[in-house]
């Protein structure tokens, strides 16, 4: 007789082991965060042409991580392209860029039509805060600085909170705008009639330089730039496409809700399929699998992206397939052994199915491993959380998902 391993006589232990990942996992998403794509922080999508058919994606990715563009994702075009024209590839950076010009976003927080923070929030990111926090403290103190100019007084304090080692540069600045022909004739109607011109300029030295660093046109032009430079290959931009914060925020919506709807049917499915006691087993089975997975993301700090969303729900399912399996075999020996105790006979179905599973599981880890270890940056988010998934999905199925509910299955 087949010596079988005591699966439900150790529960105990696995489920420590597990709340100890489950713990850890959760103190990293919490602590660390994740390395967000740009996919859910919003960003801009490049096609960049590269004359030349010698240029890899890593060296487009290493020439735009010298600019600065550390987390750029490239990846070569799927269009048709000759070899005269070169490769396409696809670029997407974590940044959007002012498409606008200063005097164009100073007319329209002028005249309040936007709010600070939005304007800058997508463009710099943590940065914004303290940037918009200026604007409106400099819009706020408008009224004093006019009134300071008016009596010819040095505006210099009046300007150090926004402009701090520049404030008297731009206090000169300011000042010039008043000729001396006007200052003798009459200096309080001088800046009255000029008080709007003034509070722009102020405005426009305050954001200018964070404008034109992130212009669009700049920006693309620094990129070519440094192909041209770097790789000694002429380039130029095919198209160029933002990703909002909004069109970000609704791919993260759409992201729960996937999660949440697959989660939902699974458990209406198991319900059917079994029993609500084994969708309940089921449904924390696949909890523990995604938060020990999302917490390796975390630690190892894998890109949390579209890829890895979809490795999470491919998981989901892989977990649940192997899931079903003992609980299929479960439900057979409960019809076969209707005396047999119950902790005796999950146990004798776990094992029953074990080489199934672990034959499975390998097939699968294997390939995701070469994945991991091989392939290009862009799918390796995806491969990193399968590679994961398989062990975490694999382990759940045969120690958590069936152990777990031994103490209800008595009343079935």
């Known amino acids: 007789m087949r010596r079988e391993i005591d699966f439900v006589g150790k529960r105990g232990i696995f489920i420590t082991i597990s709340l100890i990942l489950i713990v850890l996992s959760l103190i990293f998403i919490f602590t660390k965060g994740f390395d967000l794509g740009v996919d859910f922080t919003g960003g801009t999508e490049m096609i960049i042409r590269v004359k030349g058919t010698d240029v890899t994606e890593s060296d487009i990715r290493e020439v735009l991580s010298k600019i600065g563009f550390t987390h750029a994702r490239v990846t070569r075009s799927g269009l048709s392209v000759s070899k005269e024209e070169g490769r396409d590839f696809i670029v997407t950076v974590r940044h959007m860029f002012f498409a606008k010009s200063a005097d164009e976003i100073v007319n329209e927080l002028y005249n309040k039509e ?81 008080k709007e011109m003034i509070e722009k300029f102020l405005l426009k030295k305050l954001i200018e330089k964070p404008v034109e660093e992130y212009g669009k046109a700049k920006v693309v032009a620094k990129i070519l730039s440094a192909i041209e430079k770097n790789l000694g290959k002429k380039a130029m931009i095919i198209s160029f496409t933002e990703i909002s914060g909004s069109a970000a925020q609704e791919i993260r919506s759409g992201t729960y809700t996937a999660v949440l709807v697959a989660i939902i049917a699974i458990l209406i499915y198991i319900t059917f399929r079994f029993n609500f006691i084994f969708g309940v087993g089921a449904i924390l089975a696949l909890i523990h699998d995604v938060v020990i997975t999302l917490g390796f993301y975390s630690f190892f700090g894998y890109e949390m992206n579209v890829p890895a969303v979809a490795a999470i729900l491919t998981l989901i399912g892989y977990s649940l397939n192997d899931t079903i399996v003992v609980y299929d075999r479960i439900r057979e020996n409960f019809r076969r052994y209707r005396k047999m105790d119950v902790e005796r006979l999950v146990n004798r179905s776990i094992n029953e199915v074990i080489v199934r599973s672990i034959n499975t599981s390998l097939t699968t880890f294997f390939v995701v491993l070469i994945l991991l270890i091989f392939a290009g940056k862009t799918i390796k988010s995806f491969a990193f959380g399968m590679t994961v998934g398989t062990i975490v999905g694999t382990y759940s199925s045969l120690y958590i998902a069936a152990p777990i509910v031994i103490k209800w299955v008595k009343k079935f």
């Open 114 to 194: 936007v709010d600070a923070y939005k304007v800058f929030s997508a463009v710099l990111g943590h940065n914004a805060k303290d940037l918009a926090n200026k604007v409106n403290g400099l819009m706020g103190s408008f009224e004093k600085i006019i009134a300071d100019m008016k009596k010819g007084k040095d505006l210099t304090e009046d300007l150090k909170p926004f402009f701090g080692d520049r404030a008297s540069e731009v206090a000169k600045a300011v000042n010039s705008l008043i000729t001396p022909d006007e200052r003798k004739a009459d200096l309080a109607g001088a800046v009255e009639r000029k």
